[in-house]
């Protein structure tokens, strides 16, 4: 294996510095590229397996494919490590990406074909030129990440602020190569404390951990600031549904898993090439948390040994050298006859507590030829008043349930969909109770379904097994007493209590966030009236999980999910500006007039798929 080293020229004259491996000879070969803001030499974590768990090198992966036969090329994306140029989170990777393949294939050892792999930050590099449709892109293999709309999720969720943003901005600003550049500016930035920032809410543009790098905080407080859905968040980089209909017609894999922030960017992905005709898309849901599809355990639970993409594929790059060699060099290796949909289905374990403490949950595979899975029904689950939910409607006259939301005192985040967040949280499945050591937490550490700010509706104990395998929404009616406030949903499979969990365990499993004031129209956000019943949709990620006999189906509502989004004050004031705050009284209407339900794709059995 031989490197060349090159500052490839973009169309505005920035060069970006570039690695290309390449067999031995003259080639031609077939092309792999990955763009990356992390360092095109460093290693990176996510090129592992669950037989080697040590993470290779970018150099060992390059050995790897090339020795199979490809050249392989990494870059840095603009203004990062070696690349000259500004730095603006995920706008520039569309344009530059395309440069990046025209100049691939005008090398004499490229055969044409260029093939695109990576994971979250480079799968957003994926998306982005794929929506530009470049010279010689043949496929591509998204793993976690390629924005169908960072505005439903990436960057906001339902106008929301995810927070990632904030931790990644921070953490990323030390290793930038002006940091590394500057030993006052890197002696600044590590004597922040990021968990203690974390704890003085809101922060202020030019007074936040990120104010020593100002380029990062400026790009942060912008997403920040920019809450309605108008133009800015239809842009190149971070709206790939914009380009579905022009994508490139290539075959594409989506992968993501329940416990990363990409679920619906994947679904949404697949679903929207799918309907525009635009290659042959396909698609993989696992129950991991971001990039961790070799594991079996996260958060507090075990899913069991089938539970990694290894178990069905060989292992990662086994899976990606098959793709490759299918639409990158015509071997008949049998991948379009793959199935389209694959997804691991949570539920059916023991329930007892493993060795390693964790409960033991389980799960098994299902595959399809469509997403959601055919013959999915979409049933809805009528919140009562008693704190029941059931497919039988609300009664006329039931009272509403109101309940105190205070911004100084949130609902703290146990889990979920996250990444980039250490040291604050981490995510993946976890009890829904509060504990000592996690952020938010206080004595004396009950259950979040005690909190007065915590409605919760539950079925009773099932009767048979139910499995749901698709998108969950909530269609709620709501008032409040301030001009915004938030509204959260959060779906829960409540372990019935054992002798290893005597109190028994509410796993979650999926949720969601509305900020109010973009309930309706969300280019065009406006108060709510104060008391009004309001018809809100809270739309929480795709899941798949096996209620089984014996367990309940959940729903806890509030209004506020912290740190994992951003605090609404309640005032009304703008996005990010905030100066003060206000305890807001929310109500949630249960009754004929106004039936807040939850809607749940309830998959048929596996033989009724066969058939």
Request: aromatic share 10%; net charge negative.
């Amino acid at each position: 294996m031989r490197g060349i080293e090159a500052m490839v020229p973009c169309r505005d004259g920035v060069r970006l510095a570039t690695d290309a491996w390449l067999p031995e000879g003259d080639g031609p070969w077939p092309v792999i590229l990955e763009r990356t803001p992390y360092g095109k030499r460093e290693t990176s974590r996510s090129e592992r397996s669950a037989a080697e768990p040590e993470p290779w090198t970018r150099e060992a992966m390059a050995g790897y494919f090339v020795r199979h036969g490809y050249a392989v090329v990494y870059q840095d994306c603009r203004g990062r490590y070696g690349s000259e140029g500004e730095f603006i989170k995920y706008l520039s990777d569309g344009e530059d990406g395309y440069d990046c393949c025209a100049w691939i294939v005008a090398q004499p050892w490229c055969n044409g074909r260029i093939g695109t792999m990576g994971l979250s930050y480079a799968a957003h590099t994926q998306a982005a030129l794929g929506c530009l449709d470049p010279p010689g892109l043949a496929v591509q293999i998204l793993d976690s990440g390629g924005f169908s709309d960072a505005w439903q999720g990436g960057i906001r969720r339902g106008g929301a602020f995810e927070l990632k943003q904030a931790s990644w901005a921070f953490n990323q600003a030390r290793l930038a190569p002006e940091t590394k550049a500057d030993p006052v500016r890197a002696a600044a930035l590590a004597a922040e404390d990021l968990v203690a920032w974390f704890h003085r809410f809101p922060w202020k543009r030019g007074h936040s951990p990120v104010r020593h790098a100002p380029d990062y905080e400026d790009y942060l407080f912008e997403q920040w600031e920019h809450g309605a859905r108008d133009e800015y968040w239809q842009r190149l980089g971070i709206y790939a549904r914009g380009w579905h209909d022009r994508y490139a017609a290539v075959p594409t894999v989506h992968m993501s898993s329940w416990y990363d922030p990409y679920p619906r960017t994947a679904t949404e992905n697949f679903c929207g090439l799918r309907d525009a005709g635009r290659g042959t898309p396909s698609l993989i849901l696992g129950p991991w948390t971001h990039g961790n599809r070799s594991e079996t355990a996260f958060g507090e639970v075990e899913f069991g040994p089938d539970a990694t993409l290894d178990s069905w594929a060989g292992d990662w790059r086994a899976f990606r050298l098959r793709v490759f060699d299918r639409w990158l060099k015509d071997a008949p290796n049998g991948v379009e006859a793959d199935p389209a949909v694959r997804v691991f289905v949570m539920g059916g374990g023991s329930g007892r507590r493993t060795e390693k403490g964790l409960l033991d949950h389980g799960g098994r595979w299902r595959s399809g030829a469509d997403w959601p899975l055919p013959g999915t029904r979409i049933v809805p689950f009528h919140l009562h008043a008693d704190g029941s939910l059931a497919e039988a409607a609300p009664d006329a006259g039931s009272a509403p349930l109101s309940w105190d939301a205070d911004p100084r005192h949130p609902v703290p985040t146990i889990g979920g969909a996250i990444t980039s967040m250490e040291p604050v949280i981490t995510g993946g499945p976890m009890d829904q109770r509060e504990r000592p050591g996690h952020f938010g937490c206080r004595a004396p550490f009950l259950p979040l379904a005690s909190r007065a700010d915590v409605l919760v509706f539950q079925t009773p104990p099932l009767e048979q097994d139910v499995e749901v395998i698709g998108p969950v929404t909530a269609r709620l009616w709501v008032a409040s007493d301030a001009p915004d406030t938030d509204i959260t949903a959060k779906l829960i499979d409540v372990h019935p209590a054992s002798a290893d969990f005597p109190q028994g365990f509410a796993m979650n499993l999926c949720e969601g966030i509305l900020r109010c004031r973009y309930r309706d129209d969300p280019a065009n956000p406006h108060p709510m009236v104060p008391g009004e019943p309001t018809a809100i949709t809270v739309e929480l990620f795709p899941t798949a999980n096996r209620f089984l006999a014996g367990h309940r189906i959940r729903l806890d509502i509030a209004a506020s999910e912290f740190p994992h989004y951003d605090i609404n004050p309640q005032t009304g004031e703008a996005e990010g500006a905030a100066r003060r705050m206000r305890v807001a009284v929310n109500t949630l209407f249960v009754d004929a007039e106004h039936p807040s339900h939850l809607l749940l794709p309830l998959a048929p059995p596996e033989q009724a798929m066969l058939r």
